[in-house]
């Protein structure tokens, strides 16, 4: 159970990694569309074997357009023999027209070793992004268009309601910085308990990696994702599907 674990904990950076594309191609304030906040909950498995659930939240905060990721997950009866019920994910970003810069970031594991928590914190006026990661100090270098696996999530739906096609992405992920090859597959109805949906599929992999990983977006509902899976050798690993969606009042998807 320890890589289902690790997916149930952190919404997997591998199943929804995405950032910015560069400044020439980003949206104008009159061009760009409008993000809204939402709380997702979706079923994991592993293997066919059911890991419980993950519920993921993004919510508005006081200061202007700042906005707050959140995710918890709510292990099974069996993922609870790898995972914390306390295990949740907190990550703070500013989004506007311009794009998505993450502020900083938290993973606390639910554990009291706290052995594999991290923290970052994010100077772009000095470039770096420092803080602790599974135990050790880290300091990265940034460049513009650099995510992290709470702020990626705000990244790729604006890219996908901006009209645009992501080729490669940056990613921070615990004390190091990946790259990641991304490209379309189309269009799939899905089924999923929330119900069924047309959708867009994108599919990413890191550099070097045997693993592949597909998510499949809703433009009915604002490109929120409703099904992703990550292959392993070609072979289905770890799936999600979208159990539930709320809206603030008022918003009409």
């Known amino acids: 159970m320890k890589r289902p674990a690790r997916w149930t904990t952190r919404l997997a950076a591998w199943l929804f990694c995405a950032a910015l594309l560069p400044a020439s191609t980003l949206a104008t304030e009159s061009s760009a569309p ?6 997702a909950r979706y079923a994991v ?6 890991g419980g659930e993950i519920e993921a939240s993004f919510r508005r905060v006081q200061q202007p357009n700042h906005w707050q990721y959140e995710t918890h997950a709510f292990p099974s009866l069996l993922g609870r023999l790898a995972v914390s019920t ?5 990550g703070r970003m500013l989004i506007t027209p311009a794009g998505v810069r993450p502020l900083w970031f ?3 594991s639910g554990t009291e070793s706290g052995e594999k928590d991290v923290h970052v914190a994010y100077d772009w006026a000095a470039g770096k992004a420092s803080g602790t990661a599974k135990g ?3 300091s990265l270098d940034l460049v513009p268009g650099t995510q992290d696996t709470a702020s990626v999530q705000a990244a790729m739906i604006q890219e996908l309601l901006a009209g645009r096609k992501p080729q490669s992405f940056r990613l921070i992920t615990g004390n190091k910085v990946h790259d990641y090859k991304y490209w379309s597959e189309g269009t799939q109805q ?4 929330f119900g069924k949906f047309e959708a867009v599929v994108w599919a990413n992999q890191r550099a070097g990696s045997n693993r592949v990983s597909k998510v499949w977006h809703a433009p009915a509902l604002g490109y929120v994702p409703v099904q992703a899976i990550q292959y392993r050798k070609g072979k289905a690993e770890v799936e999600m599907k979208l159990l ?3 809206r603030e009042p008022g918003d009409r998807r």
């Open 244 to 246: 539930k969606l709320q």
């Open 86 to 90: 306390a295990a949740h994910e907190v």
């Open 190 to 193: 899905v089924t999923t308990p």
């Open 136 to 138: 050790t100090t880290t």
């Open 34 to 39: 409008k993000f809204e906040p939402y709380t």
């Open 45 to 50: 498995s592993y293997r066919g074997l059911s």
């Open 106 to 108: 938290e993973f606390d």
